[in-house]
């Protein structure tokens, strides 16, 4: 028990946000540990001094690549040549979907529950290509046998591609990916996972599931640096995947075009790199990734995120007055839920002024936990005694919201 005292210690002495504050929103981003803002300092001076074009920043840089490439991999129980270095999920679902050689006619199949990240590609290449877009509804208490049939029911003769999260980021219902594939492949239709709340929150096996396109974050449950990500390309995918932008990275080396249009791409996942990358980033990220892998542990990790989730559902569920919109077994560390009455914003301001990091959604318009594994069950005790206390009040009374966006 001590020993595991000791490690939440050692945990939250390495990630500032998680002192003095309950910090309830790593599905927004993660609390960075000071290795990676050393790592950050560390390479930046370094910059500074020697100069950002001198030959001796290639090596460290280089280095990090490696390093942070071999961390995805593990991490996806992959081989390292299927993972492509991006810079946040968004950009490994464009890669994905806007890759394959779409013809008019042909389909996407969504659902109700992704994000931007997922849906704006997917209307650019609907536009661009006469392609369809057919939506899936999901409800929130749905099963995952009633999921799949959804999604099988959507498929057509001309559905080409799935754009689909393995975690919804909304309601937090971890999906069944292998289920999904398989179901999706019987039909000869591709599968991308927008991974942005999955990478790093639950235990990962890709080639097991058999997806096709898995779109990777730094900045959320893998608590890195953000401009950040990696693409997972299925390895007998490379060839349906066109490379949409390519540039100096995406060759076999720097070198190995011509003047006559001719161009040798990188024989792997590395054909969908592009051009100069933020060096000092992959310098901290590479440091942070060993600290989570070698210090904390992933299995550590993802037991601690699925017990202490439990626990906080646990909790508030003894609220009352408490709406859920994420499912009781979820899987996974989010969880959605409002108080009846209250205006979701105004809640997350005043949280926020009594220390405790949460967010609002607008659709459902709800508030949103995400659980960490340099929480504590304190932390949740301190969320409950916010949240009555905010029960205790008029509505009226909370403080207004005004969103950064719309200012
Ligand atoms: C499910 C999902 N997809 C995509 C994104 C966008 O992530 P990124 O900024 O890494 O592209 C987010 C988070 O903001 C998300 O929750």
């Given at each position: 028990m001590n020993e595991l005292n000791d490690k939440i210690e050692m945990i939250r002495d390495a990630m500032p946000a998680t002192r003095n504050q309950v910090y309830l929103n790593t599905g927004t981003a993660g609390p960075l540990a000071t290795v990676t803002t050393d790592a950050i300092a560390k390479a930046t001076a370094n910059a500074a001094a020697i100069g950002r074009g001198n030959f001796q920043i290639y090596t460290p840089w280089l280095e990090s690549t490696a390093t942070v490439r071999g961390h995805y991999a593990k991490l996806t129980n992959s081989p390292v040549s299927s993972i492509a270095l991006t810079h946040h999920t968004t950009d490994g679902m464009n890669i994905a979907i806007h890759g394959l050689k779409w013809q008019a006619g042909d389909e996407i199949v969504t659902t109700n529950w992704e994000h931007q990240g997922g849906y704006i590609p997917a209307y650019v290449v609907g536009r661009r290509h006469q392609v369809g877009i057919r939506m899936v509804e999901f409800d929130y208490w749905d099963e995952m046998a009633t999921i799949l049939a959804k999604l099988e029911a959507a498929i057509t003769s001309r559905t080409r591609l799935l754009v689909i999260s393995h975690v919804t980021w909304n309601t937090g219902l971890r999906l069944d990916l292998k289920g999904i594939c398989d179901m999706a492949h019987k039909h000869g239709v591709l599968v991308v996972a927008d991974a942005a709340q999955s990478a790093g929150m639950i235990p990962l096996d890709l080639p097991a599931s058999g997806v096709d396109f898995y779109a990777m974050p730094?900045?959320?449950?893998?608590c890195g640096p953000e401009g950040i990500g990696a693409l997972y390309v299925r390895q007998d995918r490379l060839s349906l995947l066109e490379m949409t932008f390519a540039g100096f990275l995406s060759l076999e080396n720097p070198m190995a075009y011509d003047l006559t249009g001719h161009y040798l791409p990188a024989p792997d996942a590395r054909r969908y790199e592009l051009g100069t990358v933020n060096k000092i980033m992959y310098q901290a990220m590479a440091a942070n990734l060993d600290w989570l892998a070698n210090e904390v542990g992933w299995d550590y990790i993802y037991q601690r995120i699925a017990r202490l989730t439990g626990y906080a559902y646990e909790r508030l569920s003894t609220l009352e007055n408490v709406t859920f919109?994420?499912?009781?077994?979820?899987?996974?560390?989010l969880i959605t839920f409002g108080l009846d009455g209250y205006d979701p914003p105004r809640v997350m301001v005043k949280l926020n002024e009594e220390g405790v990091v949460l967010r609002y959604l607008g659709l459902p318009h709800a508030l949103r936990i995400a659980v960490g594994f340099y929480n504590t069950e304190a932390d949740i005790d301190r969320l409950i005694t916010e949240l009555q206390k905010v029960q205790a009040m008029e509505p009226d009374a909370l403080p207004v919201y005004v969103s950064p966006f719309e200012k």
């Open positions: 730094a900045q959320k449950w893998l919109y994420t499912q009781k077994n979820a899987g996974s560390g």
